[in-house]
């Protein structure tokens, strides 16, 4: 009796690591560079804001240190903000839920810290 508990408690440790394993996903992070960068804008519903060059380093920092989750949901919208890059020879456009690059498209699904952020650098 006490070996088939052992053997039950042990597979039921296996099917819960096996199923952490499977579902967890970190959290990710961005990492832009500033060479090649032309502007940044800051879009919201109503109005648009050009960052000047000098402050591409900071913005980049502090985005690239946004955490966002590779996560498809329903959300049809790019959120309240998001931010345009526009590099060289791509344009990116971030938002709260997606992520859109000149060959495609991928989920990113922020936390209300990402409304936080443009809207600070948008008041700066």
């Given at each position: 009796?006490?070996?088939?508990?052992?053997?039950?408690?042990?597979?039921?440790?296996?099917?819960?690591?096996?199923?952490?394993v499977?579902?967890?996903?970190?959290?990710?992070?961005?990492?832009?560079?500033?060479?090649?960068?032309?502007?940044?804008?800051?879009?919201?519903?109503?109005?648009?804001?050009?960052?000047?060059?000098?402050?591409?380093?900071?913005?980049?920092?502090?985005?690239?240190?946004?955490?966002y989750?590779?996560?498809?949901?329903?959300?049809?919208?790019?959120?309240s903000?998001?931010?345009?890059?526009?590099?060289?020879?791509?344009?990116?456009?971030?938002?709260?839920?997606?992520?859109?690059?000149?060959?495609?498209?991928?989920?990113?699904?922020?936390?209300?810290?990402?409304?936080?952020?443009?809207?600070?650098?948008?008041?700066?």
């Open positions: 009796m006490k070996y088939k508990m052992k053997v039950l408690i042990g597979l039921v440790l296996i099917v819960f690591i096996v199923l952490i499977l579902f967890y996903k970190p959290k990710k992070t961005f990492s832009f560079k500033s060479e090649g960068l032309e502007k940044i804008i800051l879009i919201n519903e109503n109005s648009e804001k050009e960052l000047s060059n000098d402050d591409f380093e900071t913005f980049l920092n502090e985005l690239n240190n946004q955490k989750k590779s996560k498809s949901t329903n959300v049809k919208t790019k959120g903000f998001f931010i345009e890059l526009r590099y060289e020879n791509e344009i990116i456009r971030i938002g709260r839920y997606t992520t859109e690059y000149e060959s495609g498209s991928k989920p990113t699904l922020f936390n209300k810290s990402f409304d936080e952020f443009v809207e600070k650098w948008f008041k700066m």
